[in-house]
């Protein structure tokens, strides 16, 4: 099946840094979506996208679709503590209605 | 919009009783609905796509008749975990796709504990 490859897995943020990760994929997507996951809750979306090179911002938040649709960024700009959690890209499969997910990019405040 | 609920949130069991968890859609109707399982520090793992009016789907190495799936109403799917063991212990989550829509929208997840 297809797959997601998210990185960083982990990585450690100062209040007011930006900070970005990265989805990649050997097949490619027609929509891209972006989930952030709080302890103890489930997934959240913060951002779709549909179609390749589409830049979408949501706040302090930007995601764009690369243009060969095998990748897509997420940046969060001028980062606060509660931007800590577990960011998941994650796009349907060719067919039917599945997701596929990445695994995970575990944001953490740095002590 | 696009509100998915769960019910019960977190559920203590003792092992061999069965549990059964809901999943609504509460503002729109969803013919899909989707069921993950999440083990501590991994990503999202698809057990089964629950389809409205008929059979659910499971994916491979889930067993049907462990883990019954109901999706009787445009807005509610459910979840039973029959005769749950402590390896069943793990947090539920449901996802709901919006008719013709692409976007999964998720509930806060049902943890389970089985002693």
């Known amino acids: 099946g297809q797959q997601l490859n998210q990185s960083p897995q982990s990585m450690f943020i100062q209040e007011g840094e930006d900070v970005s990760m990265n989805c990649t994929s050997s097949?490619?997507?027609?929509?891209w979506l972006w989930y952030k996951q709080d302890p103890g809750e489930g997934p959240v979306l913060l951002i779709a996208?549909?179609?390749?090179?589409e830049l979408t911002s949501n706040g302090r938040l930007t995601a764009q679709f690369g243009i060969t649709r095998k990748d897509s960024f997420l940046n969060i700009s001028a980062s606060i503590p509660s931007d800590v959690g577990i960011y998941f890209c994650?796009?349907?499969?060719?067919?039917?209605?599945?997701?596929?997910f990445g695994g995970g990019t575990r944001v953490l405040v740095k002590p | 919009g696009a509100v998915v609920s769960q019910h019960p949130s977190r559920v203590i069991c003792k092992s061999g009783t069965s549990v059964k968890i809901e999943c609504r859609s509460l503002?729109?109707?969803?013919?899909?609905m989707f069921w993950y399982r999440q083990f501590p520090k991994q990503s999202l793992m698809l057990m089964a796509t629950?389809?409205?009016?008929?059979?659910?789907?499971?994916e491979q190495g889930v067993e049907k008749d462990k883990f019954l799936i109901n999706h009787a109403s445009l807005t509610l799917s459910t979840l039973t975990v029959t005769s749950a063991h402590p390896e069943d212990s793990s947090f539920y989550i449901c996802?709901?796709?919006?008719?013709?829509?692409?976007?999964?929208?998720f509930g806060p997840g049902t943890r389970l504990l089985v002693l």
């Open positions: 503002d729109f109707q969803a013919t899909t």
């Open positions: 629950s389809n409205e009016g008929s059979k659910a789907t499971y």
């Open positions: 996208l549909y179609k390749a090179g």
């Open positions: 097949s490619i997507f027609n929509t």
């Open positions: 994650a796009g349907p499969e060719a067919a039917g209605n599945k997701l596929t």
């Open positions: 996802s709901a796709k919006q008719d013709g829509g692409e976007t999964q929208y």
